[in-house]
């Protein structure tokens, strides 16, 4: 009923800067939170950013002056932009959306969502 699709994960130089985006389609009524997680091989998956409703936006002290994470609520999407990216960067990055449904008869529905991953890797 609903679908994150991420997008613009790439192989990239340290120093270099990535764009990715997540546009969420299908059943929504509107959605809270969007957030960017990552998990690199061996490691648990970690919150990288992420932005309410209102624009508020909050990330890991790793991240902290090198992302940025923005949404366009009229388009259902949300963007990472990845600037002077380190090597500890490499991971696959996900979407998660807190997404409302409407379920009819004037009741609504919420759950979170996550997209499929896209892969960043950084390498000289």
């Known amino acids: 009923q609903v679908q994150l699709v991420e997008s613009g994960g790439d192989l990239v130089q340290p120093g270099g800067s990535l764009r990715l985006s997540c546009a969420a389609s299908?059943?929504?009524?509107?959605?809270?939170?969007m957030g960017w997680y990552r998990q690199a091989p061996g490691k648990q998956r970690e919150l990288v950013a992420s932005?309410?409703?209102?624009?508020?936006?909050n990330y890991v002290d790793s991240v902290q002056g090198r992302f940025t994470i923005s949404r366009d609520n009229a388009k259902n999407t949300t963007y990472l932009q990845m600037n002077s990216l380190k090597l500890e960067d490499t991971a696959v990055y996900y979407c998660?959306?807190?997404?409302?449904?409407?379920?009819?008869?004037?009741?609504?529905?919420?759950?979170?969502?996550w997209g499929q991953g896209t892969q960043v890797t950084v390498s000289s």
């Open positions: 299908g059943s929504i009524f509107r959605i809270n939170a």
């Open positions: 932005i309410s409703f209102g624009g508020t936006t």
């Open positions: 998660n959306a807190e997404v409302i449904r409407a379920t009819g008869g004037g009741s609504y529905h919420l759950a979170a969502y």
